[in-house]
């Protein structure tokens, strides 16, 4: 089995910073693409940062430049940097990562449950 753990949500200032984590467990192979999404109340989860197994990141035009995604490969794991927050970055931010279980010969697709990130003042 396999499992991805967000942590690090939590209520923050406008102009404040917050680093997530997603740590992923299990029979794991490897990880292939990493993303984060957001799901905002009353509002479809949207695609934040991709980062891939490689290093290559892509960002959602309301990010960019505020906040940074990277990865640890020896750790499992996927950070997002998030500065210069702002009251609509308040969400629930999940992670997403396609993963080769031992074993299999194919990507499996995996969520985490979430953490929520609260921007006000």
């Known amino acids: 089995q396999v499992q991805l753990v967000e942590s690090g949500g939590g209520l923050v200032q406008p102009g404040g910073a917050l680093r997530l984590s997603c740590a992923a467990s299990g029979s794991i192979f490897s990880i292939n693409v990493m993303r984060w999404y957001r799901q905002a109340p009353g509002k479809q989860r949207e695609l934040v940062a991709i980062?891939?197994?490689?290093?290559?990141?892509n960002y959602a035009d309301s990010v960019k430049g505020r906040f940074t995604i990277s990865r640890d490969n020896a750790k499992n794991t996927m950070y997002l940097q998030m500065n210069t927050l702002k009251p609509e970055d308040t969400a629930v931010y999940y992670c997403?990562?396609?993963?080769?279980?031992?074993?299999?010969?194919?990507?499996?697709?995996?969520w985490g449950e979430g953490t929520l990130v609260a921007v006000s003042s």
């Open positions: 997403n990562a396609e993963i080769y279980g031992l074993g299999n010969d194919y990507a499996a697709n995996y």
């Open positions: 980062i891939t197994s490689d290093g290559g990141t």
